[in-house]
């Protein structure tokens, strides 16, 4: 494996993780020696990734933008959704609804690439679950992810031209209005 492909593969295992990943466990994926991983860690933190070590292992810090955007549209438009977020240079974190009776149901989703786009549908079809969407007639969340606010916005009007954007309704909690405009710092 090229060793930029390498690096750019070890960046999406860190981004997708919610926990420190091994050195270890990053040698045994991407199939070098941890003097390999090492080294491709001390050239990341060199263009700038903020990699930490921790004694659990490593964690990528990511500096960015997110918000929540409410949007609406059917089964067969679901992979063209995601693909023009991440076309766009976000990531899909999440995905959830507002259920008038069980409340919020959250799922994890971390979608960063058309690969990513792919897989996840692929599992859709290959299953017999319907997407959560489906729970409330279409409408959904997802958090967005992305390095800056310019991003964001051009996120969003792609969402909006194609109409996938749905408005805040009166009986949605206030805690989704904030969290539409939260960033990370």
Do not use: C
């Not at 990699?51 to 992979?79: A, N, R």
């Amino acid at each position: 494996m090229a060793v930029e492909l390498r690096q750019k593969k070890m960046l999406e295992l860190l981004r997708k993780s919610e926990k420190p990943l091994s050195g270890s466990y990053l040698s045994e994926m991407l199939k070098v020696s941890r003097q390999i991983i090492v080294q491709d860690i001390g050239t990341l933190r060199d263009k700038g990734y903020q990699i930490l070590s921790t004694p659990k292992g490593y964690i990528l810090q990511q500096q960015g933008v997110s918000k929540v955007f409410k949007v609406y549209h059917t089964d067969e438009e679901t992979e063209q959704e995601l693909n023009l977020i991440v076309d766009l240079g976000g990531e899909i974190e999440d995905v959830f609804i507002y259920h008038k009776v069980y409340g919020e149901v959250r799922a994890k989703l971390n979608i960063g690439s058309r690969r990513d786009v792919q897989e996840f549908s692929e599992a859709l079809r290959a299953g017999k679950s319907s997407p959560l969407k489906n729970a409330t007639s279409g409408f959904h969340y997802h958090t967005v992810w992305a390095k800056d606010k310019e991003i964001l916005g051009l996120i969003e009007e792609a969402l909006d031209e194609q109409g996938y954007l749905a408005e805040l309704r009166d009986y949605e909690p206030e805690s989704l209005r904030d969290e539409q405009e939260r960033i990370e710092d």
